[in-house]
């Protein structure tokens, strides 16, 4: 398992559409939940394409080079939660070690580093997750998700 950060729910929209401003996600992929990997809906390498996403009531509609792909509900989100920030951690043998959940300090000394970035959304139906080459840098808040576990801001 990877080291995974839950964003600040009120930001993390915004924070999307700005990272999109200056980060080139390598790759989108939406599936059913519960499908264990099966189920795809979308699977999109962005290389040569633009993903754009736009806000609309309680609809995150994505877009590929400007053609709408999918229509995410953020009203079936579990917990009130939007997105994580999951690290996928390479050590020196090219190994993903393992992780669970949360590190107190994503940027101590001695930790693997980071080879990709993944937003990840799961709502009632669907999981989402678009991904980026190296390390989108956060920030802890203020703000607890539960006693001990901060939520985290992307530093944009």
């Keep these: 398992m990877d080291d ?3 964003l600040l729910p009120s930001s993390s929209i915004a924070d999307l ?23 795809v809906l979308v699977n999109k390498s962005l290389r040569r394409a633009k993903l754009s996403v736009k806000h609309q009531g309680n609809i995150l ?14 009203d079936a989100l579990t917990d009130g939660k939007i997105f994580t920030l999951a690290y996928i951690r390479l050590d020196a043998r090219g190994q993903r070690p393992m992780f669970v959940g949360q590190l ?22 669907c999981l989402l997750e678009i991904e980026f080459t190296g390390k989108i840098k956060i920030r802890k808040t203020r703000r607890l998700m539960l006693p001990g576990f901060p939520y985290w801001r992307m530093v944009i």
């Design 4 to 6: 995974q950060y839950e």
């Design 61 to 74: 509609i994505i877009s590929i080079s400007g053609v709408e792909v999918f229509r995410y509900k953020l």
């Design 104 to 125: 107190p300090d994503p940027d101590a000394p001695g930790l693997p580093h980071v080879a990709w970035s993944v937003l990840r959304s799961c709502n009632m139906d």
């Design 17 to 39: 559409r700005k990272l999109l401003r200056v980060r080139k996600p390598q790759s989108i992929f939406i599936r059913k939940r519960g499908s264990l990997g099966g189920g």
